[in-house]
C-alpha cells in the first residue's frame, strides 16, 4: 500500500474542514516542479540583469565608438585643410619665385646661385597633394607625403629667402650706382658756351681738346652736385681758377671749375642737388660760367650722355 499524505484546511470562520489526501509521490514531484520554478526564475532574474548590463555597457561603448568617429572626423577635416594649406604654400612660393625671376630679368641680374630653382637643383616642383583620394589613402602613407612636403617646402622657403637676399644686394648696389652717377645739369638754366671735344681755344686761337661743358650763367648761380659722393679736392686749380672735385664711387668722377665761392670742403659728402659752390669766373676765363666734366675710369666722357634732366625740374 503507497504511503499518502493528507493536507487538513482550516478556516477561521467556522466553514467544515477541507482535506486533500495526495500519494507522497506527487507531493514530492509537485515540490521538484516549485523547486524548477524557482530555479528557473532565478536563472532568468540573472541573465535579465546581464542582459541589462550588457545593454548599459553597450550604450557606454556606442557613445565611446561616437566619440572616436567624432573625433576621427573632425582629424581628417584638419588633414583635409592642411594638405590645402601645404599646396596653397607652395603656389605662393612659385609665385614669389616667378616674381623674383621678373625683377632678375627687368633688373638685368643673374642668378649666380647654386641653387636654379626654389624647390632645389632644376626647379623640380612636387605634385600637389590630391584632397580627392585622401580617404582611401592609409593614414600611415598620407602622413609620410605630408611630411615629404614640408620637408620641401621649408628648403625651397629657405631657397627662396637667400635669392631675394641676393637680389636686395643687387639692387640695392644697383640703386647705389644709380644714386652715384651725374644725371642732372650742375646749374639751372644758363646756356653751353663751349661742348665737349675738340674747338677752337678763345685765348690761343689753335685746335684743342675741351673735356667737358661750359655753361654759361649769371654770377653767384648756384652749381649743384650731379650725383652723390665725397669732395675729394676744393680749393684753387691753376687755370681753373677755384675748383671742386666729387668722387661718387665706381670709378665716376667730376669736376667743377672757374667757381666764385666754394661752399663744400674737402672729406665733405654731398647728395645729388646739393649746393657746392656759386658760379663766377676765377682762373683763365671769358666770363662767367662752371667747366664741368665727368671723368670714368680717369677718362674724360662727353657729360651730356649723362644729363638726364635740369636741375629740380
Known sequence: MRKKITIFALSNTGSSVKQVTLPRAALFFLGLFFLVCIVSLLFFISDYCNIKDRFAGSLVLKNIIYEYEDEISSQRRQILKFAEEINSLKANLLELNNFEKKIRTI???ENNSEQSGSFGVGGSIPEDIDIRVLVSKKSNSLMRDMHEQVK?????SINQEKGFESLY???EDKLNLLASTPSIR???GGWISSGF????SPFTGRREFHRGLDIAAQKGT????TADGVVTFAGNKGLMGKMIVIDHGYGMVTRYGHIYKLKKKRGDKVKRGDIIGLLGSTG???GPHVHYEVRLNGVPV?????ILKSILS
Open 107 to 109: 633688373a638685368n641680374i
Open 186 to 188: 650742375p646749374i639751372k
Open 169 to 171: 644686394e643687387h639692387l
Open 222 to 225: 648756384p652749381i649743384f652736385a
Open 197 to 200: 671735344g675738340y674747338r677752337r
Open 284 to 286: 683763365r676765363s671769358t
Open 152 to 156: 620641401l617646402l621649408t628648403l625651397a
Open 302 to 306: 662727353n657729360p651730356q650722355k649723362y
